[in-house]
């Protein structure tokens, strides 16, 4: 009975220790290959992909992603909308995990849709699809609580990676300078253009600028120019919007 007992036992330990070996390689497997576990989860659990909202104010632009997407096999494309209301309203009523979104729509931006996403408390990962140029977009989206930030230049597989990415709880940004994000904008600007952003923020036209400072009206537009290019914005609106919010996060 003993010897009986004493090969159980040896069994016993064989078996654990095989088991503790295969759930290592297990985890290891899963590390080291987080695109192959996500197409086996597809293949096998389609009705656990991670679902998809698009929004983008471009028909073209939605009609290719969402087919890109698709095509993929990773993911589910609820839908693609083309505004920002539709688009908050619809991960409002159909939870959905991740939200690829334009920055400029007609009736919003895509700082407000997240505003929106976090005054709601909803649960939708959403990763910034969008051309604008400059850093100060970026800036917002993150501060905002943007999960990914995608350049409409990069490659479409950057863009289905990115999504991967973040439906594992990870953020996305590929191709970004961080280091670039903590500068200080206004650091950059000489006492001219910081004086010629008050004048913005007070509501000044470019004539009142030039009367009240004693330089051309020429001149004024060469300063905005240099300083729409520091602030990595491209018009007096969103030079304002990026002072004013700016002025407000130092009280």
Same mark, same amino acid.
């Given at each position: 009975?003993? *010897?009986?007992? *004493?090969? *159980?036992?040896?069994?016993?330990?064989?078996?654990?220790?095989?088991?503790?070996?295969?759930?290592?390689?297990?985890?290891?497997?899963?590390?080291?290959?987080?695109?192959?576990?996500?197409?086996?989860?597809?293949?096998?659990?389609?009705?656990?992909?991670?679902?998809?909202?698009?929004?983008?104010?471009?028909?073209?632009?939605?009609?290719?992603?969402?087919?890109?997407?698709?095509?993929?096999?990773?993911?589910?494309?609820?839908?693609?909308?083309?505004?920002?209301?539709?688009?908050?309203?619809?991960?409002?009523?159909?939870?959905?995990?991740? *939200?690829?979104?334009?920055?400029?729509?007609?009736?919003?931006?895509?700082?407000?849709?997240?505003?929106?996403?976090?005054?709601?408390?909803?649960?939708?990962?959403?990763?910034?699809?969008?051309?604008?140029?400059?850093?100060?977009?970026?800036?917002?989206?993150?501060?905002?609580?943007?999960?990914?930030?995608?350049?409409?230049?990069?490659?479409?597989?950057?863009?289905?990676?990115?999504?991967?990415?973040?439906?594992?709880?990870?953020?996305?940004?590929?191709?970004?300078?961080?280091?670039?994000?903590?500068?200080?904008?206004?650091?950059?600007?000489?006492?001219?253009?910081?004086?010629?952003?008050?004048?913005?923020?007070?509501?000044?036209?470019?004539?009142?600028?030039?009367?009240?400072?004693?330089?051309?009206?020429?001149?004024?537009?060469?300063?905005?120019?240099?300083?729409?290019?520091?602030?990595?914005?491209?018009?007096?609106?969103?030079?304002?919007?990026?002072?004013?919010?700016?002025?407000?996060?130092?009280?």
């Amino acid at each position: 009975m003993r *010897g009986r007992s *004493g090969e *159980g036992v040896r069994k016993g330990v064989e078996t654990i220790v095989f088991l503790n070996h295969l759930l290592t390689e297990s985890f290891r497997f899963a590390a080291t290959n987080a695109q192959m576990a996500d197409s086996l989860l597809a293949t096998t659990q389609g009705a656990q992909r991670p679902t998809v909202m698009i929004a983008d104010k471009s028909p073209v632009v939605r009609s290719g992603l969402r087919d890109f997407i698709t095509r993929d096999g990773r993911f589910e494309v609820l839908d693609a909308v083309a505004s920002g209301a539709e688009f908050v309203s619809a991960v409002e009523q159909r939870p959905t995990d991740i *939200g690829i979104i334009g920055w400029s729509f007609p009736d919003t931006t895509g700082a407000e849709i997240l505003s929106a996403i976090k005054r709601r408390h909803l649960a939708t990962r959403v990763v910034i699809y969008t051309g604008e140029p400059g850093k100060e977009v970026l800036r917002q989206a993150i501060r905002l609580g943007a999960w990914g930030f995608i350049s409409k230049s990069d490659e479409p597989t950057v863009l289905v990676e990115s999504i991967a990415a973040v439906a594992r709880g990870r953020m996305s940004l590929p191709y970004i300078d961080l280091q670039a994000l903590t500068t200080d904008p206004f650091s950059e600007l000489t006492s001219r253009e910081r004086e010629l952003l008050t004048a913005l923020a007070n509501g000044w036209t470019n004539l009142q600028i030039a009367s009240r400072i004693g330089i051309s009206r020429n001149t004024v537009k060469y300063h905005l120019k240099n300083l729409y290019d520091k602030l990595g914005v491209s018009n007096r609106a969103m030079a304002v919007a990026l002072y004013m919010q700016t002025t407000m996060d130092q009280r």
